[in-house]
């Protein structure tokens, strides 16, 4: 379904520690991204990726930070330094340098502050 | 960067008539845009898209059009059913400093609810 798989689905942390949130795609695309979900917010860009071993800040980086090691993988990492991560994070694709192309989501990752 | 404007942010029709939401953007480089339709819980999906190089695009009972000279495009749905009811998101491409696409920058989202 979709061809870009985000783990886990729900996801708890404890104050204090990291936690890294997964996102893997078979479409083969180039360009992925990482947004946060807030009620009433919509959707928040915190990183992307046009190419393997790059990436670029979004709109909202401070205390999070990603790796792009394989064109199939741009997991999340959720530092303590950010101080409201809970929030719903979705992953997306983008084939080419996705200017005006379709993004493709991931199911979505509902991480909780405990 | 770029800036999205949508609204309303609540839209509530009565079923089999039509709903019109509408977006603006800050950023006359944005060449592309979409609609998407997120249910509860689950992923964005894309409904419709536009380029900006087209004023109108048509899919059965979803339409959209665009005012590059204002800088605005709107969706609009015929015939709404109850299975329309969800939440509406559109969204602008912007370009990268370094070239490409750096991300789609999204309105805040509209809420249509269909009354039987």
């Known amino acids: 379904d979709g061809g870009i798989t985000q783990s886990p689905k729900y996801l708890f942390r404890k104050e204090g520690q990291n936690v890294t949130l997964s996102c893997e795609q078979n479409l083969n695309h180039d360009a992925m991204y990482w947004y946060r979900q807030d009620p009433g917010q919509g959707l928040r860009l915190i990183y992307y990726?046009?190419?393997?071993?790059?990436?670029q800040k979004g709109d909202i980086a401070e205390g999070y930070s990603v790796s792009r090691e394989k064109k199939e993988s741009f997991p999340l990492t959720v530092t303590s330094a950010q101080k409201n991560p809970t929030a719903f994070y979705l992953c997306a694709s983008r084939d080419g340098q996705g200017l005006d192309t379709e993004a493709f989501f991931g199911q979505g990752t509902r991480l909780t502050v405990v | 960067g770029e800036n999205v404007e949508q609204h309303p942010s609540t839209l509530s029709v009565q079923e089999g008539d039509s709903a019109v939401i509408k977006c603006t953007y800050s950023d006359s480089a944005s060449n592309y845009f979409p609609w998407y339709k997120q249910e509860l819980g689950k992923r964005p999906q894309l409904i419709i898209d536009i380029r900006s190089n087209v004023g109108e695009k048509k899919d059965q009972r979803i339409a959209v059009t665009l005012n590059k000279t204002a800088k605005h495009f709107s969706l609009h749905i015929t015939e709404t059913q109850p299975e329309d009811s969800a939440v509406y998101f559109c969204a602008a491409s912007r370009k990268a400093p370094r070239g490409g696409a750096d991300g789609l920058t999204f309105g805040k989202g509209t809420h249509l609810i269909i009354q039987p």
């Open positions: 990726s046009q190419i393997v071993n790059d990436f």
